[in-house]
């Protein structure tokens, strides 16, 4: 199964050497709100190195965060939809938003952060991991890693 993403306009296409759909998890903090002029962001963590650009080239935009890391992101030059993204923090990992894989309608959050910042709408699955802001690095780990 080829799994495969793109922005909206359909000029920049990516596919994920990966066996199944990655894990995601939901972002609720004001940056990813005002990011993605939505509630909360999906994002899906690969490594850098499992996603192939098929069609188009992305543009990149370069922003350093408060914490002083380099969040590189990739984005289409022409509709400009956000596709994923690096940090200097994280070498090797790729932060994919997940709402542009084709099978989006597949996926299902592992986890939610910031929740301090939830739309007060939002009612998540009190099954699903949520942290009030960042979750500890160990703990989000092994949420997102377990099968
Ligand atoms: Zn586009
Ligand atoms: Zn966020």
């Excluded at 408060?66 to 030059?77: D, I, K």
């Excluded at 596709?83 to 932060?95: I, M």
């Excluded at 910031?114 to 949520?130: C, F, S, Y």
Aim: proline share 5%; charged share 15%; with cysteine.
């Amino acid at each position: 199964m080829a799994i495969e993403g793109g922005c909206r306009c359909g000029a920049v296409r990516y596919r994920l050497t990966v066996e199944a759909m990655p894990p995601v998890y939901c972002c609720h903090c004001l940056t990813c709100q005002t990011w993605s002029g939505s509630a909360f962001t999906q994002q899906a963590l690969i490594g850098e190195g499992q996603i192939e650009v098929i069609a188009g080239e992305p543009e990149v935009y370069v922003n350093i965060t408060a914490s002083g890391s380099e969040s590189v992101q990739r984005l289409c030059g022409t509709c400009h939809t956000r596709l994923w993204n690096t940090n200097s923090a994280r070498p090797g990992v790729a932060v994919v938003r997940a709402g542009t894989l084709d099978a989006s309608a597949e996926l299902s959050p592992r986890a939610h952060i910031w929740t301090k910042r939830m739309q007060p709408w939002l009612v998540i699955d009190e099954g699903v991991p949520a942290w009030l802001e960042n979750a500890p690095t160990a703990d989000f780990v092994a949420v997102l890693v377990k099968k």
